[in-house]
Structures are given as C-alpha cells and as structure tokens.
C-alpha cells in the first residue's frame, strides 16, 4: 500500500504543480492537450472519490494551516450541524482523512489547523473539555446554556438518566454525552448517584433544598429547634 | 412549665424527603451541592440520634444500618463519606471522636451540647435544694429523684461530658470512687 499511496501522493503534487496547470494554456502545444485531457480526467477521479486538488504542504506552503482551516470548515459544517452541533475531534479526523484518501492530514497539522478557526472567523469551534476531550462545535449554536436546559427537560421527561441513556438521545458518541452530564453537574444543574449499577444522574434536588434555606436568611443559626427543649 | 420536663418521643422517626433520593448516599463531586448535602445529613443524623436517645458511634457497624442505609432505596453511605461528616460534627460541637487517637473509628454523638445538660442538671439541682450535698453519679442517671429529667438514663460518657463543663465553671466537684458507679459529685452555687 505504501507504494500506491506515494505514488498517488505523486500524482496528486503533479496535477497541482504549475507545470500541469500550464497544460490549460492557449498557448499549448497540441500534444499537450492530451496531456491536459489526461490530468483532467485524474481529477475527475479525484473528485469522485473525495476532494478535488486537496491542499498539502506542497500546494500552499506557509499558509497551509490557514487553508487546511478554510477546507476543514467548508468540509466539516454540514456534518457538525447534522451531529447537533458537537462532533469529537477523533471522529472528524477520521471523516475527513477518509475523504482526502491518498492525501492524508497528519493529527498534528489537523489540530494546529482546527486551532486557527476562531482567529480565521470560521463557523467552527475546536473546544477542549476538562478532561482532556477535544470536540469541534459550531460556533453559534453549542452553548453551555442550551446543553444544560436540554439535559435538564430530558431528565424531567425521561427521568434520570446515565451517560448512554444520554448518548441514545442525543444520538452522539458516549465520550460526548459524560462531558455533557459533567458540564451540568459542574453547573449545579445535576447531582449524581452511584451504584453498583453505574452512574446516574438526576435533576439537582439538593440546589433546590438550598434556595428554600436560603430564605432563612444569612448569619441565622441553623440549629433545629428541638436542640433547646 | 419546667423546660427540663422529658418530652416522650412519639413512635417511629420521620426521615426527611431527601432520604429517598439514591443521590444523597453518594458524595457530591459538585463543593456547593455537598455544602447543601453534608448540612442535610447532619440535621438527620443529630434528629435521629436524639430521637432514638442513641450517644455513640462506630462507623463500620453504624453503615449497614439506619440512617446511614436505606434498605428501600437499596443505598449505603460510604464509610469514609460518614467520617468526613462526624469531622464536620465536631467542628461545631455536635459530636466527639472516641478510641484510639487519629483512627476515627468511633464517636460521641452530642445531639445536645454538654453545656446545655450541664446546666439542665444544674438547675434540676437548685430546684431540689441538692447544693452542697455529694451524690452518686449513678443516682444522678438513675435514681427515682430524677426520673423524668431529660438527663434521666443519660448515657455515662455523655454524663461525665456534662460534669466536667460543670466542674470546670466551678460549680462542681467531682470525686472519684472505686468505680464509675460510685463516682460522687458535689454541687454548689
């Protein structure tokens, strides 16, 4: 396989160099144009398969990671918004190196290119979570508010619930449903139970019980009557 | 009416709604949900050992029971969850670790103060006309005169708790005997 791909990888720089574009020329000479029917034909197949003229180091040089960013983007959007907005970044990278086929991202230059989304002003965000797990999100839609409402009017329909139960829901990777429960148990929105049968959560009874205690106001002695009889 | 009147207990002890809950046995990651958490926990815990008139305390046994499991809910505290909330107990005078010093394997509940029996005592006292008169500590627990006193069939280290405070305002003596029965105990104005 490690001959097909360098060869392919090969081709790919040939059909991008500018040697190749020069074919297209009117100027050409005449055995060129089967050359240039040849190369567009490859990049027909390019298409088919995936993406057209894919950008490398060797097509965009220092401003790789910026384009690499615009691709990403233009690529990932559709399918972040179908996912509910929040996609794990494992599973991007493996969509779109899937896609690019001969091409391939390395991690490193996936992430560095994920990290400009914000400074390029692209509609995707790359969010690191307490844990360590890296998601892309859309940029205007995943927000920690909403997350937290919806869980919360899950729990109040379905009753409590454990991470896959919420993975089932939200149809979304396991991975990406704990980070949620976490983010709104982190909120005061959830508390948990644990159990010989997992982790569960439920909606937060205990903030509730303090909201009431609240009302009894500041530097009140919170000694229940019955101590003095 | 006499505010050291014994009031009877009636019947079995109402646990609060939020015993019910599965999350409450389980250690809340949240600081201020735990907050909320451990103050539940100690109103139930000094509710229910005044209530069952219960002083004392070893962990690992007081787990495998209530308060601390609820057969319904099938839940139980963890062991080392109730020893974080006796620590919060003695920080504010309600209970004292017993044994070996740093184990912290068993303590004194004290759902009522020493300071207060101390004084319940006391006053039971100046009302008997008992100043300046030695008694036993036993009669004191036990005897017929007391019989309906809060402090009557107070347990003996709780007891003992109550006249050290009141030895040390200087309102009492006590004197050792052969025994902790014979332990005698003056008192005086």
Known sequence: ANEIVSMAEHIATQLNSPAASKLHRKDAAESDEDNAERVDAFRQYLLDLGIDSPVTRNTAGAVFHDELARELCDYLENYVSQCGGTVALVDAYCLYNRAREFSLVYPSDFVQACEKFEALQLPLRLREYPSGLLVLEDASSASDALIISRVGAYIASFGPLTASDLAAIEDCALTLAEERLWLCERAGALCRDESVEGVRFYANAFAAAAAVGAGRGEGDVQEPLWQYI | ?189
């Not at chain 2, 809910?73 to 006796?86: A, F, K, Y």
Request: hydrophobic share 40%.
């Open chain 2, 1 to 189: 009416m006499s505010n050291t009147t014994a009031v009877p207990t009636p019947g079995a002890f109402q646990f609060p709604e939020i015993y019910n809950f599965p999350p409450f046995f389980t250690r809340q990651p949240n600081e201020s949900t735990w907050q909320e958490q451990r103050r539940q926990w100690c109103d139930l815990i000094l509710a229910y050992y005044r209530h069952n008139r219960l002083y004392s305390l070893t962990l690992a046994e007081a787990i495998t029971e209530p308060p601390f499991t609820n057969r319904q809910i099938h839940r139980s505290l963890r062991v080392d969850v109730l020893r974080e909330l006796v620590d919060d107990l003695v920080k504010q005078g309600n209970a004292s670790w017993t044994g070996a010093k740093n184990a912290k394997d068993s303590c004194l509940v004290l759902w009522r103060k020493p300071e207060v029996w101390a004084s319940m005592i006391y006053q039971w006292a100046n009302e008997r006309g008992l100043f300046n008169t030695v008694l036993t500590v036993f009669e004191l627990a036990n005897g017929d005169d007391t019989a309906g006193q809060e402090f009557h069939n107070l347990d003996s280290v709780t007891l003992r708790r109550a006249l050290d405070v009141l030895q040390s305002q200087g309102k009492a003596q006590l004197f050792v005997g052969t025994s902790d029965d014979d332990m005698g105990v003056k008192l005086f104005a």
